[in-house]
């Protein structure tokens, strides 16, 4: 079956710009989408088709896709970005996400 | 605004039938573009896809559970509801519905979820 690829955990201090990646082999094919899930709470659409930010979301969330990988970059990281993040994009049997990557402020 | 709603039971019994419930509001459930997913995420561990049904009754599935899900839904109450066989206590999980939108860009199909329902608590046990 298809697999998106998230390192498990990312850790940046106030401030910096944190990027989390997602590989998968259907990426060049497929737009990609990232999901922000903080404790206790449902996710979150936080980009669309790679690099589109829905209304609402802070300008510091974009995104970006270079053949197998897309990335999800957070400028300026702020303590209330600490959360889950995951990448779902899709192969021909349906939806697929990826195992979620742990951001961590310092 | 745009809301779903999870119901359902929050403990069933090994080899019992689940069913839930996503009561939606703010949208129509025979909108072309949208449809309503079903999406689980056992305790600490990551999302998985389970099944979605468009306006039109398209019905796809989680290709692992296929024998064990049925989606269905009712438009005139705003309702989708998903059914799964024989529980397992590896199916414990919070299980969300979700509108899911669907596009397609030349020959590929794009779906994503937004927004969520807040997610139910099923927890599987004798």
């Known amino acids: 079956s298809y697999e998106l690829t998230q390192p498990p955990s990312v850790s940046v201090s106030p401030g910096q710009t944190a990027r989390i990646t997602c590989s998968g082999d259907?990426?060049?094919?497929?737009?990609a989408y990232w999901y922000q899930q903080k404790p206790g709470q449902a996710p979150v659409l936080v980009i669309y088709?790679?690099?589109e930010r829905p209304s609402g979301i802070p300008e510091r969330f974009s995104g970006s896709s270079s053949g197998t990988t897309v990335t999800l970059t957070i400028s300026g990281v702020q303590a209330e970005d600490e959360a889950d993040y995951y990448c779902?994009?899709?192969?021909?049997?349906?939806?697929?996400f990826g195992g979620g990557t742990k951001l961590t402020v310092l | 605004q745009v809301t779903l709603k999870e119901s359902g039971p929050v403990l069933v019994k090994p080899t019992e039938t689940l069913t839930l419930t996503c009561t939606v509001s703010?949208?129509?459930?025979?909108?072309?573009?949208?449809?309503v997913s079903w999406i689980r995420q056992p305790p600490g561990k990551a999302l998985e896809w389970l099944a979605h049904?468009?306006?039109?009754?398209?019905?796809s599935y989680s290709t692992s559970l296929k024998s064990r899900l049925t989606i269905s839904k009712d438009t005139s109450k705003s309702q989708v509801v998903l059914t799964m066989t024989n529980m397992d206590p590896v199916d414990t999980a919070t299980y969300y519905c979700?509108?899911?939108?669907?596009?397609?860009?030349?020959?590929?199909?794009?779906?994503?979820?937004?927004?969520w329902g807040q997610g139910t608590l099923v927890t599987v046990s004798s």
């Open positions: 259907a990426l060049p094919k497929q737009y």
């Open positions: 703010g949208f129509s459930l025979s909108n072309a573009r949208m449809g």
């Open positions: 979700a509108r899911i939108w669907s596009e397609v860009t030349g020959t590929t199909l794009s779906n994503w979820f937004d927004p």
């Open positions: 049904i468009f306006s039109n009754d398209e019905k």
């Open positions: 779902q994009s899709a192969d021909s049997s349906g939806p697929v």
């Open positions: 088709k790679d690099s």
